[in-house]
């Protein structure tokens, strides 16, 4: 296992289009996070699962963004109807939570939309 | 509000010198994990360091050293004999451990050049 995947590493895309990214986290990983990171801004919280079910929601996921976690392995995030604001990296994490040890996450090298 | 403070955009720092990288936090929680992680150019990020909020000697990796100060929430990084390697964008982040998931806050990040 080679850490966290994420598919594709750059996404160019037209205004008003659909987008999807994949992230593959490491296996035994229960856990897994999206973040989006701006220009000049550290990574800001999206979404998190725990094993299918996603627990948590940031203000930042309008109802154009939609993610999904099925069967606890793999989890892909959807964009509709991009907007230039939606530009950004976005990044994956996954971690083997242990209740409330403060481990960090492993990242994926994140994927780069950039809408044109 | 769970906020990260990094004021410096941009270091430099030559080659074997060391460098300090600053940050402050805020946060009413008393519980929680302190952490730099490191993100080079088109890279993904790699955690550098960790502290735990409760404990009072300062973590050291190596070259890598924190100073954390709880009661002014600061936590800078101590860089020693910089290598050319560290060039990287450097991340400040807390986290609140919980047992649904522990989501990190994220500073806005310092450039770090080390100069040959």
């Known amino acids: 296992d080679t850490g966290v995947s994420q598919d594709p590493r750059h996404k160019i895309t037209k205004r008003g289009q659909n987008v999807t990214f994949r992230c593959d986290p490491i296996?035994?990983?229960?856990?897994l996070y999206w973040y989006r990171q701006t220009l000049g801004q550290g990574p800001e919280f999206l979404t998190y699962f725990q094993n299918e079910a996603q627990l948590e929601k940031s203000r930042l996921l309008s109802d154009r963004f939609s993610a999904e976690r099925p069967k606890g392995s793999f989890s892909t995030l959807e964009i509709q109807r991009t907007e230039q604001g939606d530009s950004a990296m976005y990044l994956c994490?996954?971690?083997?939570?242990?209740?409330?040890?403060?481990?960090?996450?492993?990242f994926g090298s994140g994927t780069r939309l950039t809408v044109v | 509000a769970q906020t990260v403070t990094q004021s410096q955009p941009e270091m430099s720092v030559q080659e074997a010198e060391t460098v300090t990288l600053s940050c402050t936090y805020d946060t009413s929680e008393n519980n929680y994990y302190l952490f730099w992680y490191k993100q080079p150019p088109s890279r993904q990020m790699i955690l550098v360091i960790r502290?735990?909020?409760?404990?009072?000697q300062n973590a050291t990796e190596n070259r890598f050293s924190v100073n954390f100060q709880k009661a002014a929430k600061s936590f800078s990084l101590k860089i020693s004999d910089s290598q050319l390697g560290d060039t990287a964008m450097y991340f400040c982040?807390?986290?609140?451990?919980?047992?649904?998931?522990?989501?990190?806050?994220f500073g806005t990040g310092t450039s770090l050049t080390v100069i040959p």
């Open positions: 502290q735990e909020a409760y404990k009072q």
């Open positions: 982040a807390f986290m609140i451990p919980s047992n649904t998931g522990n989501q990190f806050y």
């Open positions: 994490a996954s971690s083997l939570n242990r209740g409330r040890r403060g481990y960090g996450y492993t």
């Open positions: 296996s035994e990983h229960n856990h």
